[in-house]
C-alpha cells in the first residue's frame, strides 16, 4: 500500500470532516501560477486538526509541506510527492487579547489582519497589508517592506516540535532579515501574537492606502511572481544592480525580467519551473559578472 492510500485511510478514521484533495496542481495555489500535481493537499480548520494530520502524515512516513498563500515560492514542474497542507484557506480567526494586543492563526492574510488591526484603531501593521502572504511564512521568513518588518510586532509565536507545541517571545524568534529559528529548526507555527499602538483608524488607512499605492506604481503586481526574487545584498539593491546589468526584459520562455522593476522575475502567461530557475541562474550570472555581487534567491525553490 502506498502511503497516501495509508493516509487517506487514517484521514477517513481521525479527520473524517476535513477536506482532502488529490494531485492538485499546485500552479492553483501560488502566485506565480507554476507547478506540477500535489499527491495531496489537506485543509485543515484548527490548530487541534493541523496537529493531528502531522501526526497522522508522521505515522504514514512522510514529511508534509506547509502551504500558506504560495506567495514565496516556485514548485517543480514534476510537483510534490507528498501531503500539502494548506493552512491560508480554513485556519484564519483573529482574536484581540486586550486593547493593543491580536493573536491570529498560521493562515490569516497579513493584507486581512493589518485591516483589521486598522479597523480596531491599532497601528504598526500598515507596512503588511501589501505583502500578498499569510502569517505563518510572514512569520517564518521575517517579511517586511517599507521599513517594517515583522518582529517589530510579534511578541509570542507558538510552533509545533517534535516534542509538543512550545512558545516563544519576540526575542526568542531569533528574527533576522528573511529568517527565524522556526526555518532553522523546521518547526511548524501555528500563530503568532502582535502588539500594536493605538491610532486614529483614519490615519492608519491613510499610511496604508499610500504605502499601496507606491506598491503598485513601482511593482509589477498585475503579473504572477512571486514578489522580490533575491534577498537585498549588503550595500546594494538588487533590482538596482539589475538594471544595471541591463537585464530589465531578459526572456526565458515564459519567465521574464520585470520591465516594470528588475527586482522581480514575472510569468508571463506560459513559464515553468525550469524557465524560472534558468533565467534566475543568468541574471545571477551576469551581475556578478558585472559587479562581482552574489544573487542569493528569496524565492524558495520547492520539490527540485
Not at 72 to 87: A, E, H, Q
Not at 122 to 133: D, S, V
Amino acid at each position: 500500500m502506498q502511503w497516501y492510500e495509508r493516509l487517506d485511510e487514517k484521514i477517513r478514521d481521525y479527520l473524517p470532516d476535513m477536506t482532502v484533495e488529490r494531485d492538485v496542481p499546485m500552479s492553483r495555489h501560488t502566485s506565480f501560477r507554476i507547478g506540477g500535481p500535489a499527491r495531496r493537499m489537506a485543509f485543515p480548520e484548527s490548530r487541534e486538526q493541523l496537529v493531528i494530520l502531522l501526526g497522522l502524515a508522521e505515522e504514514c512516513g512522510i514529511r508534509p509541506f506547509l502551504l500558506g498563500r504560495g506567495t514565496n515560492l516556485l514548485v517543480s514542474d514534476r510537483g510534490l510527492d507528498t501531503l500539502v497542507i494548506k493552512t491560508a484557506e480554513r485556519m484564519t480567526s483573529i482574536r484581540r487579547l486586550d486593547d493593543v494586543t491580536l493573536e491570529a492563526d498560521v493562515g490569516v492574510l497579513l493584507s486581512r489582519l493589518a485591516v483589521y488591526a486598522q479597523q480596531a484603531g491599532l497601528a504598526g501593521l500598515e507596512f503588511a497589508h501589501g505583502i500578498p502572504g499569510s502569517l505563518g511564512g510572514a512569520v517564518c521568513m521575517n517579511a517586511g517592506a517599507y521599513g517594517g518588518e515583522m518582529r517589530q510586532v510579534v511578541t509570542e509565536v507558538t510552533a509545533l516540535y517534535p516534542d509538543g507545541i512550545r512558545r516563544f517571545t519576540g526575542d526568542q524568534a531569533e528574527f533576522a532579515y528573511r529568517h527565524s529559528r522556526f526555518l532553522e529548526d523546521g518547526a511548524v507555527v501555528l500563530g503568532a501574537v502582535v502588539r500594536l499602538t493605538p491610532d486614529d483608524p483614519a490615519a492608519i488607512r491613510q499610511r496604508m492606502d499610500d504605502l499601496m499605492a507606491r506598491r503598485r506604481a513601482s511593482q509589477p503586481l498585475e503579473w504572477p511572481s512571486a514578489g522580490s526574487t533575491f534577498k537585498r545584498p549588503e550595500g546594494y539593491y538588487a533590482g538596482t544592480l539589475i538594471d544595471q546589468t541591463g537585464l530589465k526584459g531578459l526572456t526565458v520562455g515564459g519567465a521574464q525580467v520585470s520591465e516594470k522593476h528588475a527586482g522581480f522575475v514575472i510569468n508571463t502567461g506560459s513559464a515553468t519551473c525550469a524557465d524560472v530557475r534558468e533565467l534566475i541562474r543568468r541574471v545571477q550570472e551576469a551581475v556578478y559578472k558585472a559587479h562581482g555581487v552574489r544573487l542569493e534567491p528569496e524565492v524558495r525553490f520547492v520539490g527540485e
